[in-house]
C-alpha cells in the first residue's frame, strides 16, 4: 500500500525513502529511573492528571490536559524550583489529527533539571496564557501566536511580534507557501506605493537570486550595458565597460584586458 | 515613481503629541546606531523620564525556524551562523550537539578540544566586541579602537582555521571539518599572553572613569526574581545574582575537565554586568591555555581523528570516500538525501556568550527537522527592557541596551 501523504503540508519532503526503511527511536526511560524526576512527577501527578510520562535525552516529558497548564506550572515554580521557563512554542499536527502540541521547557536551577511539559489543543483552540507566572511567556506567547495563529487567553498584548502587524497568515503552519503566496507579493507595493501602482511596479521579486537578461532597469547586464529603458532584443553586441579611474590609482596597476588571459577552460 | 509620503502611516496614528498630560513618544531606532541592529523601540516619556516602553523587533526576521523544516540537518548548519554573527561558532555547535544528542553520537576527543578553542575565542570576540561598542555608545572611544584591534587578532586566527571571519559555519555535526592550522596555537599563544594586559589596559581606562561610573553604577538594575521570570540568562543572570554557567552546571564537550570560575554578583546593575564580561574574559583565557595542553596530549597520544563514526549519519573520511565504495555510496546518500535521525525530540541547552542558547528539535524520521525551534538569550533580554526601561531616563536606554548585549540576528531569527 502506498503510504499517506497529508495533501496540505506543502512543505520539502524526501524525494525517496526506502520501502522497507523503519525510523529508529530515540530511546525513552521510565520517569521511576531518575530520582528526582519521579519525585517532580508524583507531586504534579498529586493535584493534576498526567496522561504520559518518560524520560527522553535526559529531561523529564509530561503530558497534560490543556486546561491544567497555569496550575501546572504554578506548582512547578512554587513547590517543586523550576524557576525559569525557558522556552515555549508550538508544534503543528494539523495535517494529521488538525491539532497542535504546546511545549513548555521548563528549568530548575538548584536541582539541575529540565522538565518539558506539553499537551495538545484542537485547531482554533485558544491556551492559557502563563504570562502572570513567567514574564518571559510575554513574549514567547505573542511569538507563538505570530507564527501559528494559536492565541493565548488573558494575555495582555496578543499582537503579533516578528512579522508585521497587519500581517495575514501564520508561516510556521506547515500549510504556509515557501515561496510567498500573493498576499506576499503584494505586501510592501501596497504599503508604500499604494494599491493603484501595482500596474506600474508589479509583484515583488521574491526570488533574489533571479537574473533577466532582457532587463535594462536594474544591474543584471555586468559587460552588455545599456542606456537605461532601452528595449532589449537578446541580440546586442558586448559592451566591454571600463570602470577603472583613467589616471590610475596609487598603487594599483591597470588592468588591462589586452595584456590578461582569459582560462576559458576551468579544467585544464 | 515618487513614494507618496502620507501612505506610510505609522501605526500609533490615533496619539498625539500635544495631550493634556504633557506625555511623549519617542521613536528610538530601528535605525539608530546604539540600537545593536534592528531594535525600535517607542518610549512614552514624561519629560525626560520614561514611563512605558514597547520593544518593537522582528526588522531582521528571516524565518529561519521555517528554513530548517525545509533544509536537511548539514545543510542549515550555515544558517545558524546568522544568529548570533558575533559569536557565530557557538551557533554552530548548540546546532550540531542538538543533533549529535538526538542520534546519540560521540565525538572524538581531539575534535571536542578544538571545538572547546573556537568556543572560547568566539566567548572572548563576543565580549570584546561588547566592550567596544558598549563603551562607543557611552562615549570611550578610545576602548572601542582598542577592543576592535584585539578582537581583530582572534579573527585572524579563526580566518586562519575556517577562511571566515564572522560567519565560521567551522563545526560539523559530529565533529570538526578540520584540524587547526600549523600556526593556530602559536598565535593563540601570543595572544593569550597578551591578553591579561590589554584587559587591565580596558578597565585602567574605564573602571575609574567618572563618566562611566555615572551611566553604569545603579543604572539598570535587575532584580534576581525579575530576572529569573523573564528567561535572562548568561551574564544578565549572573549579574543579578544567581550563579548559573551551563558550562560548569550542566557540562557539555570536556568543560567539566577544565578549571574555571564562574563570575557572578548580586548587584544587578550595568556596572556589574560590565564586570562580570570583563573577568569571562579572564577566565575564557584560562579555559583555552588548558584547551592548548588537552591539545597537544592529543597530538602527543596519536588522536587524529576528528569526525565521529557512525555509518548511517556521518560521512567517512575523504580517504575512505575516494577508496572504498562503500564509504562513497554513504556519503552520496547522505549528501543527497541527508542524515535520518531517530523519531523523538530533544532540547539541549549551551552557555553561549550571550547566554542559555538552546534548540529544540522534533523529529520524525525524516530528512528534515519536523519543528526546530531555537531559543536565543537576546529574545528575552530585549524583552525584558518592557520592564526595566520605566523610571530610567532617555540617556540610561543606550547604556542599558548596552549592557543586554543583545544581538538582532538572534532576536529575530
Redesign the interface.
Known sequence: MRAYTPKDDV???????DRF?V????P?QKPESDEVFNADLEAIKAKFEVTDAYI??E?L?IYINANDIYGVLELMRDELEY?????M?A??WLAKGNKFEI?Y?M?S?NK?K?I?VKYFIENGQAVDSVEKL???A??SEREMFD?FGIEANGHPFMK??????DWQGF??LKT?P?QGDEFAAWYEVD????KE?RD??GPELRDTAKVDRYDSERFARLGHEVPKGTKITGNEPKNEQNYQEDDGVFMIKKFDKKDSVVIDDPQR | MAQIKNRLTPFFENITFDREDNEMILNFGPQHPSAHGQLRLMLHLQQEQITKAHPDVGYLHRGMEKMAENMIYNEFMPTTDRMDYIASSSNNYGFALAVEKLVGLDVPRRAQVIRMMLLEINRLMSHLFWLATTALDIGAMTVFLFAFREREYLMDIIEGYCGARLTHAAIRIGGVPLDIQDSFISQLRIFLDKLPQNIKDYEDLLDTNRIWLMRMEEVGTIPTEMALSWGCTGPMLRASGVKWDIRKEEPYELYDEVEFDVPWSDKGDNFARYRIYMEEMRESAKILYQTIDMYQKCVKDGQTELMAHSPKYISAPKLDIMTQNYSLMQHFVLVTQGMRPPVGEVYVATESPKGELGFYINSQGGPYPYRLKMRAPSFWHTGILTDLLPGHYIPDVVSIIGTTNIVFGEVDR
Open positions: 512543505q520539502a519532503k524526501a524525494y525517496y525513502t526503511y525510523s529508529p527511536q530515540v525513552k527522553q535525552v529531561q516529558v524557576t525559569q521557563l525557558s522556552e512554542s508544534i503543528d511545549f521547557q528549568l536551577m539541575r529540565r518539558r513567567f514574564r518571559s510575554d513574549w507564527m503579533r511580534i516578528l512579522m508585521p502587524y508561516p510556521l504556509y515557501l504599503k508604500i506605493y499604494g501602482a506600474i511596479i
